[in-house]
């Protein structure tokens, strides 16, 4: 092989072979709602990720308490989408993005749950275990609430999406989208618990 | 910002970073960061190696040491698992992802710890096989606490966890030699021709033993060959000196080397 076409001319055509599945395992990350860095970081490293195409995140994530909302919500959006037909302001893979770190979040609150209903964190009179205690309760009520805005995001979106079939214009909706992708990211954001005084 | 959480994570507690209980979620996440800490890590210490040459070569050693890093895992990884898993312990391709990632960008994160040293060391002129021997070391270095930490963070349990291990390091071990290899030059003596990829011949057991038997003063027949990928002749003048024999003889068996 390298007889025919030269080594310079054989390692140039790997490489670009290397860059040309690199793309498809980028593309194929970004469509299962993984964040832009990692479907990037594929052009260079694909081979560690492409155990992360075999299976969408969404899938596998453990349900959390807001599931069955989470899960109702999107399946009336996806059926407006559906019902939009070549009309829909954007496609199906772009909410499944949203699906997925929506249920992320939701699943991280499910972990913090478990931890405080298995009396991991029980009443101690150390007052830097109390404040932290009180940290993490705060922090799961604000991921809560963040969860709780986004899904009205969406069901707004949904009615965008309804309006659209009048108005014709979805820049509305896909503003929407792009609102509800950055609370999104927020939420996949750690929140550092304050350190107690 | 995110960089310097996840490095600050890396250097306090790499263990907890991979210890994740969804090791694909986290993967997913870290992947980006991690990577984008090993490019800049491993470029800082590459531009500190390739300071020695200068010019052009101090960017071409920048880009290429990541690459040196990150080319023997993404060869090695499916060879360790597999010694892994021989060795009962059972781990998920995303978590041997993960940790390999993490100990990766641990050892670019102290590799660039170390670049100052090495720029220090640098600055007084050693001799280029000091100079290699230098950046050899740094790599070491930097290299080992990234593999303790994958160690480390390694499931409790199965037999004969330290042949898997060793098997791991061996495996490792050689795909780095051999793409420091193919990847060279990194350090070039300051009147050879820069090239971004030296040509594809022979391999690194080669290099060595042609390196071995040269330090006792037992020259074989085997050369370096010149050009490559991106090559830049050396200044006219210099070459001209080398030619014409004006120069030191070393500078003069270097050249005719072509390294």
Redesign the interface.
Known sequence: MARVLG??AL?VSLALLYLAAGAGVALA?SRRG?????A???L??W??????TR?G?AA??PAGPMSGRIAACFEATFEALADAGDAAPLGREELAGLLAALQ?AD?RLA?VDRLLARGALPDSADPGVRDSALALRQARARSAGEIEAVLAGVLQLRLQIGLLALAGDDRAARQRLAELRDRARAL???TPIPSPP | M?LL?CATALLRDPVALIDD??P??A???L???L??ITALGAGVFGAVVGSYRGGLQLFYAAVKMPALL?LP??LS?PAIRAFLRASELEV???WV?LA??AGTARAAILAAALGPVLWLYYSITPDYHAAVMAMVVGLGLAGLPGIGTVLRALPSGGSQRWLAAAGAAVILGLTTAQSGWLLRPFIARPTAEVAFLR??ESDIFSGLAHTASASVGVYSDWEAASGG?LYRAPPAQERSQVEAGTTSEETSADWSRGR
Request: no cysteine; charged share 20%; glycine share 6%.
């Open positions: 080594a310079d390692a990350l993984h964040p832009a860095a990692t990037v970081s594929a260079a490293i081979p560690l990720l492409l155990s992360l299976r995140p596998r994530a992320r699943a972990a996949e954001e750690l | 995110r959480t209980p969804d694909r979620a993967l997913g996440r992947a980006g960061p990577l984008g990150l895992v993404v990884l998920s391709a995303p992802a390999a990632l040509p594809i990928l």
